[in-house]
């Protein structure tokens, strides 16, 4: 039988909380043995993940965000979602350098740096109702 384990956890949408995702995460996925490495890449793609909620879906708005985290075998799959402004078109959105929030100093790298860290970079995005951001990667490759 493989090797399964679950958690979700729900926060509030402040800045305070992207650490709280990060260190939630690499706790979870030490079951895993992971490198230090594959745990710094995991931390930075939530935390990109958790940041785009907070600058973006819901515009520095106090709501929900919800992380939902799943090891099956040697794979972590982590799921970032919220019921915001969701994307008009994921596909410009998800271009490097893209950002619809110039105005805070936004690099438009953050899922640029999802997809370099993790090994698959899944979103789902509804206009006005919010975006979910799946993220997968094998741990010990």
Not at 42 to 52: G, L, P, Y
Not at 90 to 117: H, N, V, W
Request: hydrophobic letters at 35%; charged letters at 25%.
């Amino acid at each position: 039988m493989e090797n399964t384990n679950e958690m979700t956890i729900i926060f509030d949408s402040r800045p305070v909380n992207e650490g709280l995702a990060r260190v939630t995460v690499a706790s979870f996925c030490t079951q895993l043995n992971p490198t230090l490495e594959e745990v710094a890449d995991i931390k930075t793609a939530v935390s990109e993940a958790v940041t785009n909620c907070i600058i973006h879906g819901y515009e520095g708005r106090i709501h929900k965000i919800k992380m939902a985290c799943t090891l099956k075998g040697r794979e972590i799959t982590v799921a970032i979602s919220d019921e915001g402004a969701g994307i008009p078109d994921i596909q410009k959105a998800m271009e490097p350098l893209y950002t619809s929030r110039p105005d805070k100093d936004r690099s438009g790298m953050g899922f640029t740096f999802m997809e370099a860290f993790m090994d698959e970079v899944l979103v789902e995005s509804e206009v006005g109702k919010g975006t979910t951001v799946r993220m997968k990667k094998t741990i010990g490759r």
